[in-house]
């Protein structure tokens, strides 16, 4: 059976019309449940393992969801609203997770990511933990996020931030942050910003955190009459 789906696999790229395959792949990915319904219907009267298929593009997301079949376990994955992807040794976002359109909350801490690429289709997401991991940049698009975490990263820059104007907490811990970037200031609902053990040396446009309620800055090489300019510009917040 999979040597009959890679061959339909290949034939699909040397025609134009989709494939049988092609056409169940599309319907698996959409999430939709009456597409699902349909797939496996199709699957059925091509004489198409559908449950490989559905393998092949979830993976280990599969063992996080529901079901005592894979057709279940799909089902319930496609309405999941919270995923936890934790300590699963991923040096890419997993099959099929991009896919995954409903999730609001998605930990992703203690993996090998060097991208978070593709991520910005899960447009409902509003919290993400990427924690110790060795993400080096950003990904655009996540902008509905109010929550995220990426302490214990490789940060160098916050190219993008500036666009995540929901956000209300960020953590930034144990990376290599050097400066902030000015877009950050559009950050005006930022309740909570964790910046410790970087190499900041100042906080240029503080004063635009005026919804700020706690700032972590220890372990910074920042002078003490920057700490002292901060807290003037920040009275009603905690600084430690």
Do not use: C
């Given at each position: 059976?999979?040597?009959?789906?890679?061959?339909?696999?290949?034939?699909?790229?040397?025609?134009?019309?989709?494939?049988?395959?092609?056409?169940?792949?599309?319907?698996?990915?959409?999430?939709?449940?009456?597409?699902?319904?349909?797939?496996?219907?199709?699957?059925?009267?091509?004489?198409?393992?559908?449950?490989?298929?559905?393998?092949?593009?979830?993976?280990?997301?599969?063992?996080?969801?529901?079901?005592?079949?894979?057709?279940?376990?799909?089902?319930?994955?496609?309405?999941?609203?919270?995923?936890?992807?934790?300590?699963?040794?991923?040096?890419?976002?997993?099959?099929?997770?991009?896919?995954?359109?409903?999730?609001?909350?998605?930990?992703?801490?203690?993996?090998?990511?060097?991208?978070?690429?593709?991520?910005?289709?899960?447009?409902?997401?509003?919290?993400?933990?990427?924690?110790?991991?060795?993400?080096?940049?950003?990904?655009?698009?996540?902008?509905?996020?109010?929550?995220?975490d990426l302490r214990n990263n490789k940060l160098t820059n916050l190219k993008g931030i500036?666009?995540?104007?929901?956000?209300?907490?960020?953590?930034?811990?144990?990376?290599?942050?050097?400066?902030?970037?000015?877009?950050?200031?559009?950050?005006?609902?930022?309740?909570?910003?964790?910046?410790?053990?970087?190499?900041?040396?100042?906080?240029?446009?503080?004063?635009?955190?005026?919804?700020?309620?706690?700032?972590?800055?220890?372990?910074?090489p920042i002078s003490d009459e920057e700490i002292e300019r901060i807290k003037k510009l920040?009275?009603?917040?905690?600084?430690?």
């Amino acid at each position: 059976m999979k040597h009959y789906i890679k061959q339909r696999f290949r034939e699909s790229l040397l025609n134009e019309e989709p494939s049988d395959v092609d056409k169940i792949i599309n319907l698996l990915k959409s999430g939709d449940e009456s597409n699902i319904e349909l797939a496996y219907a199709l699957g059925e009267g091509q004489g198409i393992n559908v449950d490989e298929l559905v393998k092949s593009i979830y993976g280990i997301l599969l063992t996080k969801s529901k079901g005592n079949t894979i057709k279940n376990k799909l089902l319930n994955l496609s309405n999941l609203k919270g995923l936890d992807l934790s300590n699963n040794k991923l040096t890419t976002l997993t099959k099929g997770i991009t896919n995954l359109t409903n999730l609001k909350y998605l930990n992703l801490e203690y993996n090998k990511l060097t991208s978070l690429e593709g991520i910005e289709n899960l447009t409902n997401l509003i919290w993400l933990r990427s924690s110790n991991n060795r993400l080096t940049t950003l990904t655009k698009g996540i902008t509905n996020l109010k929550g995220l975490d990426l302490r214990n990263n490789k940060l160098t820059n916050l190219k993008g931030i500036e666009n995540l104007t929901n956000l209300k907490v960020l953590y930034l811990d144990n990376n290599k942050l050097t400066t902030l970037p000015k877009g950050i200031t559009n950050l005006t609902n930022l309740k909570g910003l964790y910046l410790s053990n970087n190499k900041l040396t100042s906080l240029e446009g503080i004063e635009k955190f005026t919804n700020l309620e706690r700032l972590s800055l220890h372990n910074n090489p920042i002078s003490d009459e920057e700490i002292e300019r901060i807290k003037k510009l920040l009275p009603d917040t905690k600084i430690y």
